[in-house]
């Protein structure tokens, strides 16, 4: 089962930006969709960003559309989160996630789809 490791949060003032890295090991990273997700005390986790194996296919949740891109660097084995624009309702601990690995250049969009999930990384964006 491949390991994933999130890295890049942080506190940054409303307008800026902040890049997160995941870090995969232990599997054939290529092979796996893959998707960022974000979540805030009391509420469930919700989708930001997927993307597939070759990083062809994205899909964005309608909240970060225009201001976030997920982008894949496959032979790092690492995926990214550009965000750009944050705004305060932003802060979240955002986590990495790997869907099940295919042959196909498959497109991930809902959570329960993900089997492997990182240990999180914390986002603050002050107003």
């Known amino acids: 089962q491949v390991q994933l490791v999130e890295s890049g949060g942080g506190l940054v003032q409303a307008g800026g930006s902040l890049r997160l890295s995941c870090a995969a090991s232990?599997?054939?990273?290529?092979?796996?969709?893959m998707g960022w997700f974000r979540q805030t005390p009391g509420k469930e986790r919700e989708i930001v960003a997927t993307?597939?194996?070759?990083?062809?296919?994205?899909h964005y949740a309608d909240s970060v559309k225009g201001r976030f891109t997920i982008f894949r660097d496959n032979a790092k084995n690492t995926v990214y989160l550009q965000m750009n624009g944050l705004e305060p309702e932003d802060s979240a601990v955002y986590y990495c996630?790997?869907?099940?690995?295919?042959?196909?250049?498959?497109?991930?969009?809902?959570?329960?789809?993900?089997?492997?999930w990182g240990q999180g990384t914390q986002v603050t964006v002050s107003s």
């Open positions: 996630a790997a869907g099940r690995t295919s042959f196909l250049d498959i497109l991930y969009t809902q959570a329960g789809q993900f089997e492997s």
């Open positions: 993307i597939s194996r070759s990083g062809g296919r994205t």
């Open positions: 232990g599997g054939t990273f290529s092979t796996y969709p």
